[in-house]
């Protein structure tokens, strides 16, 4: 069970290639998917994958961060790391479903926003914000899923819904754990004990309320009925509410941190 994993062995879980991606996760969850491209300003970013489908028979959009399935793929996704051009593609396709009321599912798994000098000069900080401001505006249901690594504001951006999700086998945290233990230690080498006082496994941050539910990880046929059927669940109890009952509740989530 993934619960006897020691935090680190957890975080080379979230990472491992074995995982199922994004892409894979949406064509099982979606019929009729369509991609949407661009940011309407500057580019498309291929780490963001984006547009419309029928979850059952509920229209919804549908944002995720993917990684690549090969070398080549990872170097044009910057390995699951987003640049500004697809925060603002997230961006575009979250009003576009307020304007039209469809609910959004965010899938996330990225190890955080791409730090290149360009995506700074293009405004990363900037879209990230946007994300979040809009994100907890929205006057439509939200649910934010992290399927593998959430790391820092990069993931952060599309983990504001009005609930939050973790795979088993998924991290959620400010930054890696080498990157923690570089700064405490000057050691990458001990993330392992990183990652232990981190507090970035699913059950340490359902217990502390960062998280709402803990979802199997979905690795054949069953499990993703499993996990269509819970998203098909809680998007008609979000559905059930009235636009101020939902922006409360979704802001009272988030104001307890």
Not at 28 to 57: N, Y
Not at 80 to 86: K, T, W
């Amino acid at each position: 069970m993934s619960s006897s994993l020691t935090a680190y062995e957890r975080v080379l879980a979230a990472r491992n290639a074995t995982k199922i991606s994004i892409q894979a996760l949406i064509n099982g969850l979606c019929d009729d998917f369509m991609a949407f491209h661009g940011d309407r300003a500057a580019g498309d970013d291929p780490a963001v994958i984006g547009g419309i489908g029928l979850l059952g028979e509920q229209p919804v959009t549908v944002v995720g961060i993917q990684k690549g399935d090969d070398l080549a793929e990872n170097n044009a996704r910057h390995f699951g790391c987003a640049e500004p051009e697809g925060y603002r593609k997230a961006l575009r396709l979250m009003q576009q479903a307020e304007k039209f009321q469809r609910p959004i599912v965010a899938l996330i798994n990225t190890p955080g926003a791409f730090p290149g000098v360009d995506a700074e000069y293009h405004g990363q900080g900037s879209a990230i914000a946007q994300c979040l401001l809009t994100g907890l505006k929205l006057k439509v249901p939200y649910i934010s899923v992290i399927v593998g690594e959430g790391g820092s504001g990069g993931a952060l951006a599309l983990a504001v819904g009005d609930t939050v999700w973790m795979f088993e086998n998924s991290v959620y945290s400010i930054l890696s754990p080498e990157g923690y233990a570089t700064i405490l230690w000057k050691d990458s080498r001990k993330a392992p004990e990183a990652a232990e006082q981190m507090g970035l496994t699913p059950e340490a941050l359902k217990a502390a309320g960062i998280i709402d539910r803990i979802i199997p990880e979905v690795a054949d046929a069953t499990s993703l009925a499993s996990f269509k059927q819970a998203l098909c669940q809680k998007l008609q109890q979000l559905q059930a509410l009235s636009v101020p009952e939902l922006l409360a509740a979704r802001q009272a989530r988030y104001r307890q941190f």
